[in-house]
């Protein structure tokens, strides 16, 4: 007995049809191509910006999303860097490919664990929670020297090439380059498919307002752990790659640094929107490269201002301050 | 008389000192109309948290059709079919209102942990999300923000969302508050047209409200039940209009 015209309804139509590709969205790709074709002397830099838009991704799925306010994501990026590194270095495994499975796995694995416990807590205790679970994991990095090299880390680690093919050349980074944005391309796929699924949208309910999600019947807990799980996985992806490319890897891989860089990342893009991401860490690339370079001195406060503009002026980073832009001109130009 | 569809025995809660709720029997009949009233502090909406398992009780029983669910936790009652809606507005401000309602169907159908299809490819939620939309003349509104809807409109919302649970007791917590008077019509309409099989327990000020609507109403004081009977009864029992009703004209 469904009523004919209400699937019909504007509303209705907008829900089927928001998950569907819109037509600027391959642009950043094309970009991103493009970039290998004309900055051939830069790539080293272009695979660590593609290497902070998965890690930033990765958190925009648990804070952005599910509302998760994170300040230790640098736990999951440092727990599957150091599982392919340790695996490496201590000559057990070092294929690309799976190498990236098993980061996933790890930093999947301790993101399950101590989201157990540390989801049960919201706010203030929940950052510092997160702080600590990082912290423990960098101190135990440190510590556990015999393995891990403490703080100087592991150098040169042996990494094959790719598909048994393509070798991993350290003064001309092409293959790996176009390895990061492959696998960056299929994560943010496959978190593009979770963000406009019912579960993506569950998450946002709870972001939302979680008194109402558990008046609804829902397991709020165990959606924010599997989110989380999942987010930690991804960052341990992102790990991965670092290790990978950069055939080292070291404490700074699990620090308070790369927490703070990827969630200011994230709060530049805007958050809570998948391609808040990828503009905030080309932006925030982009500047401090720029700014290390004209002021290598205090190249720092030209970020600090730029984070206390969009702070104070743009909550909702670059891309919502872009809304913002386009909303203003729509409404000027729609007749009264 | 019929089993009841939701019953507390004994309940009470005590906060320290503070006895919110003391010794309350109470039944809810198969497709009830039920009031509860009481003074400000009276405990109203303490014991419809007890009902929904927001508190644990300290004493007590809550049984729904006859099986024991003291113990159960919020989210599985719902699933058992209590729903609630709130004196406060608890909504997803920051989404439309055919996702907020889409949410709640989502959740019944068991869908709403799905990973792969697109939500948007779910016709059946995104329809029945939509009809109940428009039974209760929102689908105006659909597409709206609701922190763009006046506060009247986002009441209706409440109401959307706890009937996209099918329940089969409803407990409404002062549905009206805060509405504009010309705007309130269309919450009492609604509420007047809730389906006929859902047992119904609501708690309101305004007694036009529920003498109008409910076949049966309980009076809370102190925490403890007070007097409960039919409107007239109510209506015209002393005690009751001395601790309550009588208020407004004494003053």
């Known amino acids: ?45 272009g695979t ?132 990061v944005l492959g696998v960056l391309f299929v994560c943010f796929l496959f978190v593009r498919m979770l963000v406009y699924s019912p579960f993506g949208q569950s998450l946002t309910g709870i972001r939302e307002n979680v008194l109402r999600m558990h008046a609804v019947g829902a397991p709020v807990n165990w959606r924010l752990i599997t989110c989380y799980t999942i987010s930690a996985a991804i960052a341990g992806v992102a790990g991965a790659l670092w290790v990978q490319t950069n055939t ?3 404490l700074t891989s699990l620090g308070l640094d790369r ?47 730029l984070l206390m503009l969009i702070a104070l002026f743009a909550r909702n980073g670059v891309l919502g301050l872009w809304d913002r832009l386009m909303g203003r001109l729509l409404s000027r130009r729609a007749p009264p | ?88 507005n608890r909504l997803f401000r920051g989404l439309s209102v055919l996702e907020n309602v889409y949410i709640a169907v989502a959740e019944r159908l068991g869908v709403a942990g799905a990973m ?19 039974v209760l003349k929102l689908s105006d509104n659909a597409g709206h923000r609701i922190a763009e809807l006046p506060y009247g409109r986002q009441r209706l919302v409440e109401l959307a969302i706890a009937l996209g649970l099918e329940p089969e007791v409803l407990l409404l917590d002062e549905p009206a508050a805060g509405v504009p008077s010309a705007e309130s019509h269309i919450i009492l309409d609604a509420v007047a047209a809730l389906p006929k099989h859902i047992g119904v327990l609501i708690i309101d000020h305004d007694m036009d409200l529920v003498f109008r609507f409910a076949e049966r109403i309980t009076v809370l004081v102190g925490g403890a039940i007070f007097a409960e009977g039919t409107p007239k009864e109510i209506g015209a029992d002393p005690r009751v209009r001395d601790v309550y009703l009588g208020q407004a004209q004494h003053g």
């Not at chain 1, 709060?267 to 860490?281: K, S």
């Not at chain 2, 159960?72 to 004196?87: D, H, N, P």
């Not at chain 2, 792969?116 to 428009?134: C, H, I, Q, T, Y």
Request: glycine share 12%.
């Open chain 1, 259 to 305: 927490a703070a860089t990827v969630l200011i990342i994230l709060v530049l893009g805007g958050y809570g929107r998948l391609y808040g991401a990828f503009v905030g860490a080309v932006v925030y690339m982009a500047l401090s490269h720029f700014l290390a370079k004209v002021y290598p001195t205090a190249w720092q406060l030209g970020l600090g201002l």
């Open chain 1, 48 to 179: 660590d910006l593609l290497i902070m838009i998965l890690f930033a991704l990765s958190l925009d799925l648990a804070l952005g999303y599910a509302g998760i306010v994170t300040l230790g994501h640098a736990a999951f990026f440092g727990a599957g860097a150091y599982a392919v590194g340790l695996l490496a270095h201590h000559g057990v495994w070092n294929e690309p490919i799976t190498g990236l499975v098993i980061g996933a796995a790890v930093a999947g694995l301790i993101g399950l664990i101590s989201g157990l416990t540390l989801l049960r807590t919201t706010g203030l205790t929940l950052l510092m929670l997160t702080l600590c679970t990082m912290a423990l994991l960098e101190e135990a990095a440190n510590m556990g020297e015999k393995y891990t090299g403490g703080f100087d880390g592991l150098p040169n680690l042996p990494i094959p090439p790719l598909f048994g093919l393509f070798e991993f050349n350290p003064l001309y980074p092409r293959v790996q380059y176009l390895y």
């Open chain 1, 1 to 45: 007995m469904s009523a004919p015209g209400l699937s019909e309804h504007p509303a209705a139509r907008a829900m089927v049809a928001r998950h569907r590709l819109r037509a600027w969205e391959p642009l950043p790709w094309i970009l991103a191509f493009g970039f290998y074709f004309a900055f051939p002397n830069h790539l080293g830099f």
């Open chain 2, 116 to 134: 792969v299809k697109p939500a948007g490819m779910r016709n059946d939620v995104v329809e029945e999300a939509m009809r109940l939309l428009d």
């Open chain 2, 1 to 88: 008389m019929s089993a009841p569809l939701l019953e507390t025995r004994g309940l009470g809660k005590n906060f320290g000192a503070l006895v919110a709720a003391r010794d309350i029997n109470f039944r809810l009949e198969p497709g009830a109309r039920h009031a509860l009233i009481g003074p400000n502090g009276a405990g109203k909406t303490t014991f419809i948290n007890l009902l929904t398992g927001v508190l644990l009780p300290t004493q007590g029983q809550v049984l729904f059709k006859q099986r024991d669910i003291t113990a159960l936790q919020q989210a599985a009652r719902v699933k058992q079919g209590i729903a609630r809606t709130f004196q406060i």
């Open chain 1, 248 to 250: 080292y890897v070291n």
